[in-house]
C-alpha cells in the first residue's frame, strides 16, 4: 500500500510545482500589467495561492486531533521558505538580486516577526484563555495578520519600471491572465493537498512521530509550489515578487495555524501542542530578521560578502532540521 502512496505523492509534486511555476509567470504579469506591484501581488495573492496545500494539510489535521501536525506543518514550511529563499540566492549569487529589493517588504517582516513571537509565546507560556474553543493566541495572530495586510495594501506603490511603462495592455488581457491564476490555483489546490494527505500517510507508515512528521515531511511537501514559484520568479528578475512570496506565504503559514485551532475539537490547540515546537518559532523569527537585514543592503563589497547571510541561513537551516530528525 506504501508503494501507491508514494506513486502518488511524486505525480502530485510533479503537477503541483507545474502549476507553480504557471502561477508565478502569471503573478509576474499582473504586476507588470496593472498599478499593482510585485510585492503586492506576491505578498498576498501568490502567497495564498502557493500556501493552499498547508490549509488543506491543516484542517484535517486538527479534525483528528493531531495538534502536533497541524503546527508542526505551519511552523516547517515557514522554515523551509526561508531556507529555500536563501538557497536560490546562493545560486543567483552572480546576479546580487536582493540588492534590487523593496524596502516595502520590511512591513511584511514586522508582521512575520510578530506573528513569530506571539507563536512562540503561545507554545511556551500554555495559556488557558479561549473563546469558542478557540485560544486567545488564534484570535491575535488573526488580528495581526487582517490588520497587516491592511496596512501593506495601503503603503505599497506601484514599481516604476520602464518594463511597466512601455506595455501596452487591455482589460481583455488583464481579465484573461487572472482567470489563467485562478486556474493555476485550483490546480495547486486539489494536487497540493494530495501531496500533504499522501506525505502524512506515507510518514504514519513508516513509524515517524508526529512532530517530524508535521515540521519536515508535511512541511517540505506543502511548501513545493511556494518553492517553484519563488525559483521562477528569480528567474524572471522579479525578486520582489520572489520575497513577497515567501514573507506572504510565512505569515498566511501562521495564520493556517489558528484557523486550525477552529477546527480542533478536542480544546485549544495550543495547549496540546508538544513546546519543543517553540524553537522552530524562535528559528523563523531569526530567520525573517536576516531576510529583512538583506533587503535593507544596497551595495556589497564582493559576492562573499554578498552571499556570507544565505550561506549562515542555509546551514542554520539544516542544524535545525538534524536535530528535529535525532
Known amino acids: 500500500m506504501t508503494w501507491i502512496y508514494i506513486m502518488i505523492f511524486i505525480v502530485s ?13 502569471h503573478a509576474d504579469t499582473i504586476s507588470k500589467q496593472t498599478k499593482l506591484g510585485g510585492v503586492l501581488i506576491g505578498t498576498i495573492f501568490l502567497a495564498v495561492a502557493t500556501s493552499l496545500p498547508e490549509l488543506t494539510a491543516t484542517i484535517p489535521a486538527s479534525l483528528i486531533g493531531s495538534a502536533d501536525i497541524a503546527v508542526g506543518n505551519g511552523l516547517g514550511s515557514v522554515l523551509f521558505n526561508i531556507f529555500f529563499l536563501f538557497l536560490l540566492d546562493l545560486h543567483f549569487r552572480n546576479k546580487r538580486l536582493f540588492l ?67 506595455l501596452l495592455t487591455t482589460d481583455s488581457t488583464v481579465r484573461q491572465t487572472v482567470k489563467k491564476f485562478i486556474l493555476f490555483a485550483f490546480v495547486i489546490f486539489v494536487f497540493g493537498s494530495a501531496l500533504s494527505l499522501t506525505g502524512d500517510a ?13 515540521s519536515i515531511l508535511v512541511a517540505l511537501a506543502t511548501s513545493i509550489p511556494d518553492a517553484m514559484g519563488v525559483y521562477t ?57 536576516l531576510v529583512m537585514l538583506i533587503t535593507k543592503r544596497d551595495r556589497t563589497r564582493n559576492t562573499f560578502t554578498y552571499s556570507l547571510p544565505s550561506a549562515v541561513a542555509v546551514v542554520t537551516y539544516l542544524i535545525v532540521v538534524g536535530y528535529i530528525i535525532i
Open 233 to 289: 520568479a528569480l528567474r524572471l528578475s522579479n525578486v520582489n515578487l520572489a520575497i513577497g512570496t515567501i514573507l506572504g506565504s510565512n505569515v498566511f503559514n501562521i495564520l493556517v495555524i489558528a484557523i486550525g485551532d477552529v477546527f480542533y475539537l478536542k480544546g485549544d490547540i495550543w495547549q496540546d501542542t508538544s513546546s519543543d515546537l517553540m524553537y522552530m518559532s524562535i528559528v523563523g523569527f531569526i530567520l525573517t530578521a
Open 100 to 166: 534590487r529589493v523593496s524596502h516595502t517588504h520590511i512591513y511584511t517582516g514586522v508582521v512575520a516577526l510578530l506573528l513569530c513571537t506571539v507563536t512562540g509565546i503561545g507554545l511556551a507560556a500554555n495559556l488557558s484563555i479561549s473563546a469558542l474553543n478557540i485560544g486567545l493566541i488564534s484570535f491575535i495572530i488573526a488580528f495581526i495578520y487582517i490588520g497587516g495586510m491592511w496596512f501593506l495594501s495601503k503603503t505599497e506603490k506601484p514599481e516604476a519600471t520602464e518594463e511597466a511603462d512601455t
Open 202 to 214: 506515507i510518514a504514519k507508515n513508516t513509524g515517524m512521530s508526529t512532530s517530524t512528521v508535521g
Open 13 to 25: 509534486a510533479i503537477v503541483s510545482a507545474f502549476a507553480a511555476v504557471q502561477l508565478s509567470k
